[in-house]
């Protein structure tokens, strides 16, 4: 039963620098990813989300996800798991719950410093602690049991929402049932119909 992966996701290219890994994307994520702050556009069908991303204390998390995001792999994928007064996670199953194929998994950063706070943005694995693949997911409350607290504990942060709360909040309150997939999927799919860099602002 894949609900098993608890917090999901497992995913990752070579620990490579981000300016190697700007060499790899398109011209849009190269300048996001050149900015001190890499930004992301999730348009949804409840609405836009942008993301901002930290790539100081969550390097490899953010080159991964960007990676993704440049790829397409997001575009049709929906939020899977949402729970009230936890957190909305998706990133890895289409409209129909085919799971979509990742890359290798990456390595863990939950000891970065960043915490599972309201609205930030984390990697989800399964059980295995260095499992993060492209699935990750949106804080709805401040999560302290999800923080790093010593080898082998906690979920990765790597970003916040900047923009579309709003959204985030509307995604927490839909109608959800158990499923194959988690315990609390949606009735009607919430799909990310778009993911995007968002290019930096001309200075």
């Given at each position: 039963?894949?609900?098993?992966?608890?917090?999901?996701?497992?995913?990752?290219?070579?620990?490579?620098?981000?300016?190697?890994?700007?060499?790899?994307?398109?011209?849009?994520?190269?300048a996001?990813?050149?900015?001190?702050?890499?930004?992301v556009?999730?348009?949804?069908?409840m609405?836009?989300?942008?993301?901002?991303?930290?790539?100081?204390?969550?390097?490899?998390?953010?080159?991964?996800?960007?990676?993704?995001?440049d790829?397409?792999?997001?575009?049709?994928?929906?939020?899977?798991?949402?729970?009230?007064?936890?957190?909305?996670?998706?990133?890895?199953?289409?409209?129909?719950?085919?799971?979509?194929p990742?890359?290798?998994?990456?390595?863990?950063?939950?000891?970065?410093?960043?915490?599972?706070?309201?609205?930030?943005?984390?990697?989800?694995?399964t059980?295995v602690?260095?499992?993060a693949?492209?699935?990750?997911?949106?804080?709805?409350?401040?999560?302290?049991?999800?923080?790093?607290?010593?080898?082998?504990?906690?979920?990765?942060?790597?970003?916040k929402?900047?923009?579309?709360?709003?959204?985030v909040?509307?995604?927490?309150?839909?109608?959800?049932?158990?499923?194959?997939?988690?315990?609390?999927?949606?009735?009607?799919?919430?799909?990310?119909?778009k993911?995007?860099?968002?290019?930096p602002?001309?200075?």
């Amino acid at each position: 039963m894949q609900s098993s992966r608890i917090l999901l996701a497992a995913t990752t290219l070579a620990f490579a620098p981000l300016a190697a890994l700007a060499q790899s994307v398109s011209p849009v994520c190269d300048a996001a990813l050149r900015a001190a702050s890499p930004k992301v556009r999730l348009t949804t069908s409840m609405g836009p989300i942008v993301l901002e991303l930290d790539k100081e204390k969550a390097p490899i998390s953010t080159e991964n996800f960007v990676k993704y995001v440049d790829s397409g792999h997001y575009n049709g994928t929906v939020f899977h798991r949402v729970i009230d007064n936890f957190m909305v996670q998706g990133g890895g199953f289409t409209k129909e719950m085919r799971e979509k194929p990742t890359r290798s998994p990456i390595k863990n950063e939950a000891s970065n410093g960043l915490k599972n706070e309201p609205y930030t943005v984390a990697m989800a694995r399964t059980q295995v602690y260095d499992s993060a693949t492209s699935q990750f997911f949106i804080n709805s409350k401040s999560n302290g049991f999800l923080n790093y607290s010593g080898p082998g504990t906690g979920y990765a942060v790597f970003g916040k929402v900047v923009e579309g709360k709003d959204v985030v909040d509307k995604i927490r309150k839909v109608r959800v049932q158990p499923s194959p997939y988690s315990e609390a999927t949606p009735l009607e799919p919430v799909v990310i119909e778009k993911a995007e860099c968002v290019a930096p602002a001309a200075k």
